[in-house]
Every structure is written in C-alpha cells, then in structure tokens.
C-alpha cells in the first residue's frame, strides 16, 4: 500500500509553546488529508479534514485557532499545535487519500507530551 | 450527523475459534465502508473495504464483511482466528461529506 509518514514520532514541549506536525505522502498525491488524535484506550477521534489548497474543516469542538493546518501541498499536510497545554498531550494521527471514496492510509502517529 | 458503533469493547477468544466484530453506523445515504486494524505498536492498516457491489467483501488475512444495508451494519467475520489476530480493530464510514469517522475500537485478544 501507499506509505504515509507522520514526523516527528514523539515530542515533548513547555506549556505555552507551539508544536508542528508534519504528514507526507510519499508515494501519491494525497487530495484528502485527516487529522485525528487518539486518546488511551479510545478510538480515533477526527479534529479536521483538509483538501490541498483550502481550509481545513473542523469537526465540532476542535478549536480551529488552536489547532492550525496547512495542507499546501498534494504531499504535505501540517498540524500546529499552538499554545500546547498538558491537556492537549495525546497521540495525534494523520491519513491520507487520494480521490474521494479511495482507501486511506495512517500514518505512524505523533505523541505529544505537554510539560 | 454521521456516528458508527462497535458494540464489542474488548473480545477474548481462543486459537481456532470463529470471530465476528459488531459495527453499525448511523447514515442515510450511500456509504464507503472500511475496517482497520491496529497491531500492537504499529499503525492503522486497512482490512477490508466496501464502496459498491457484492454486500460480501473479503480481505487479508482470511477476513470478510458482510453489509447489511437495511441494518446498517458492517460486522467483520475470520472464520478461526490465529494468536497473531491480536490487535485493536476498528470499523470506519465515510458518507456524504469529505470525512472519515471511526467506532470506539475492538480490541480482540486470542488466547493460543
């Protein structure tokens, strides 16, 4: 299948610091990007949807300000995380698709831990 | 608004026993229908998907899904499950809008 790489891996940083989430198709054209963050034990629950060259659409209760994506491109999608606080730690993903209604591919998922 | 359902939180079943993974959705249009599974430390990976056609889709691994379009269901079925099953498994809807939303996850653990 098409590869998705998510970077970094794991992060820790101060309260009040921002943080960035890259996402990168590497071996297709992702039209579609979707950011997820996962909490312990729970499934994924999705923040926004991106198509390259828009805004993203925010699903409700994801504060669009605080949780900034770029999507610029048809291989990358970023995710800021702006103004971390400890309740923002979680493991956030992100999935890429081509044409609507393909498959979506994960990639490996970013920890975040907010000090 | 879109939700899906799995019912199952967590499964325990021995090697060689028969599996099915509840998953219903709540949409009234045309769905795209997927499961994933998550093994243990590693990412999302895709199991099966149905977008049209024969309501019987089968995948890796000797899995299969049935749709079920008047019960909204989805439930994903391995007629013996093996030791390496162990994984969290995830049933996905993509309907209407541009999004894709998951249920809460079953994990399923195999006992060898």
């Known amino acids: 299948g098409a590869v998705v790489s998510q970077h970094p891996s794991w992060v820790i940083c101060k309260s009040g610091t921002s943080v960035k989430i890259e996402c990168r198709s590497l071996d297709f054209q992702a039209t579609t990007m979707f950011w997820y963050r996962q909490f312990p034990k729970q499934s994924l629950m999705l923040m926004a949807t991106?198509?390259?060259?828009?805004?993203?659409?925010?699903e409700q209760g994801v504060e669009k300000d605080k949780f900034l994506i770029n999507h610029a491109s048809l291989t990358l999608s970023t995710l800021t995380v702006t103004s971390a606080h400890p309740e923002d730690s979680s493991f956030y993903i992100c999935?890429?698709?081509?044409?609507?209604?393909?498959?979506?591919?994960f990639g490996q998922g970013t920890r975040l831990t907010v000090v | 608004a879109q939700s899906v359902s799995q019912h199952n939180h967590h499964v325990i079943l021995s090697e060689a026993a028969s599996l099915e993974l509840g998953c219903n959705y709540s949409?009234?249009?045309?769905?795209?229908l997927f499961w994933y599974v998550q093994y243990p430390g590693q990412h999302l990976q895709l199991l099966l998907k149905y977008f049209s056609g024969d309501p019987l889709v089968k995948g890796i691994k000797g899995f299969e899904a049935e749709f079920i379009k008047s019960k909204f269901s989805f439930n994903l079925r391995k007629p013996s499950v093996q030791w390496s099953d162990t994984a969290e498994y995830f049933c996905a809807v993509n309907g209407g809008a541009n999004n894709l939303f998951f249920g809460t996850g079953t994990r399923l653990t195999v006992i060898p």
């Open positions: 999935s890429a698709r081509g044409r609507a209604g393909t498959e979506a591919f």
């Open positions: 949409y009234g249009g045309t769905v795209n």
């Open positions: 991106s198509n390259e060259g828009s805004k993203a659409t925010y």
